[in-house]
């Protein structure tokens, strides 16, 4: 895992502005120096880096701060840009994000700034919005082998992507629906390190220890945040289903926030096609299908069929083998 070095992707790089530090290239799994402290990165390294197809660079982590401020700050501009093509944008967004999600598991106590989490959301949505194949390539770069926090990111956009389908909702509403999705995971921070890398079958005592997520999440930001009860419910709810059949509480139906009905889909989803190592596990097609049928019920069929339009599936090129 990348957890140490943190990937800068070339285009975010700007000669005159990005903060003069070292930056290394991966080699294998090693981390070779590429430009020293105090030395400039030029448009023609670039270019030679581009051509040799290198797409990131990489920070040490004692630089981490002061890279993560500069990316928040800049996101906004260079996504804004002619410059940049929708990939090299899905880049910049998607290293903010793993910057900021890289920071608040690390200090939890930074989950309760509410600017930083709004401007993420703002940009990602700025994102989404000027770009139709925005996912598509957000897709293409997430898939890149940085698995930490990708699940987070994928399912805050899919879920923004299918409020704004479902609803006609304001901007406010949007940026705590986003902001909620970001954390809904945060719980996880008080689930022992051991049992989530426990590789392998779990015991019911470490089941149970998972299951406590959301509420631990939602408890955690109640008291540590001024979250809104948007955000809120999704974190506390993203695992209920509307059969009943999920946790904490086993709520039904409209018991469950909306929101938190959205998300829950869209978590679902990411679960079933991408593993948490960021590799590839079920086509589409197919893990819609589960969704539809094994797990018939669980979900709200309005914003489900919805789901479909958006990642662009429809039914008709299933395997007869899981008809
Ligand atoms: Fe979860």
Known sequence: MDATYIPVSIESIEAAIFPDVALYLKTGQNYVLYKSHGRDFSRVDAERLSSNKVEFLFVSPEDMEVITEHMEKSAERLLKSDKYDGKAKGKIIYQTSINFMGDIFTNPHKAGDLERSQRLVENLLLYVSKDPTAITSLESVMSHNF????????????????????????????????????????????????????????MPSEIAMIKKHPEEGFAYLQANSSLSSVSL?????????????????????????????????????????????????????????????????????????????????????IPELLL
């Open 147 to 202: 698995p930490t926090f990708v699940h987070s990111l994928h399912v805050t956009t899919l879920s923004l992507l299918l409020h704004s389908e479902a609803f006609l909702l304001s901007h406010d509403e949007v940026v705590d629906v986003g902001i909620g999705c970001i954390l809904h995971d945060i719980g996880m921070l008080f689930v022992p390190q051991e049992v989530l890398s426990k590789p392998g079958k779990l």
């Open 233 to 317: 419910a999704i974190v506390r709810n993203h695992h209920e289903r509307n059969n009943g059949s999920g946790y904490p509480r086993g709520l039904k139906n409209e018991s469950i926030s909306r929101s938190a009905q959205i998300c829950a889909i869209c978590d679902v989803y990411c679960n079933l096609t991408v593993d948490r190592n960021g590799n590839k596990t079920l086509p589409p097609n197919i893990a819609l299908h589960v969704m539809k049928q094994e797990m018939k019920g669980a979900f709200n069929e309005r914003f489900l069929g919805l789901f479909e339009k958006v990642v662009g599936v429809d039914d008709d090129n």
